[in-house]
């Protein structure tokens, strides 16, 4: 089965500085796709961003980016520009097949 | 508006009690699927569907029960409730074919059993 880490449970970061969520994966398959989901108080999930494993450009939704290591694994998103409105748990995912496999969560806190 | 439709968003049961949580789409979704949600755990997969008739299990699939009849709904049953599934339960659905355009999310039901 896939794995799916956040090693970091809680991130602080200030009004329109930049943060970057870790994410790291376990997988034998050569074809999957990663996603970060947003979860505000509302517990709606949000889908931000995603990626395709055989894309070699990392993916770029406004202020959101990824840097997407295929070779170590990695799938960090980067929010630039914070905003108070990002605050959220974050949630890397991974997919392969039907089964969309999710890491633990970062607590994104954005402060004044 | 199209989307995916939880009922109840809220419920608590009594230890042994039974109940269905229901998910409804209509976006014509073949794949639906249920998670759980618990404190430090992100979601874990519990059942799931890739079509009417058609149902297979995830990660944590004791205790419930699934049945898939149309392509629009998706019920998740508890036989037999117990406290440690105290948990937000949420239903997404995707289409099978195509790209992945990522899932999509109901609203989520908070249960609790006491």
């Known amino acids: 089965a896939q794995t799916v880490t956040q090693s970091q449970p809680e991130m602080s970061v200030q009004e329109a500085e930049t943060v970057t969520l870790s994410c790291t994966y376990d997988t034998s398959e050569n074809n999957y796709y990663l996603f970060w989901y947003k979860q505000p108080p509302s517990r709606q999930m949000i889908l931000v961003i995603r990626q395709e494993a055989y894309k070699q450009q990392n993916a770029t939704e406004n202020r959101f980016s990824v840097n997407f290591q295929k070779a170590a694994k990695s799938f960090s998103l980067k929010i630039s520009d914070s905003q108070l409105g990002d605050t959220a748990m974050y949630f890397c995912a991974f997919q392969s097949g039907y089964a969309l496999n999710f890491g633990k969560g970062t607590s994104l806190l954005v402060t004044p | 508006n199209a989307g995916v439709t939880q009922t109840p968003k809220f419920q608590v049961l009594k230890t042994g009690q039974s109940m269905t949580l229901q998910c409804a789409q209509d976006?014509?979704?073949?794949?639906m699927s249920w998670y759980r949600q618990d404190p430090g755990m992100g979601l874990r997969l519990i059942h799931y569907s890739v079509g009417a008739g058609i149902t297979d299990q995830g990660e944590v699939p004791n205790g419930y029960n699934v049945s898939r009849s149309t392509t629009e709904d998706f019920p998740l049953r508890l036989l037999s409730a117990a406290p440690s599934q105290t948990s937000v339960y949420f239903c997404a659905s995707r289409p099978t074919w195509g790209p992945p355009h990522g899932y999509t999310f109901g609203s989520g039901t908070r249960l609790t059993v006491v």
């Open positions: 976006m014509n979704h073949e794949y």
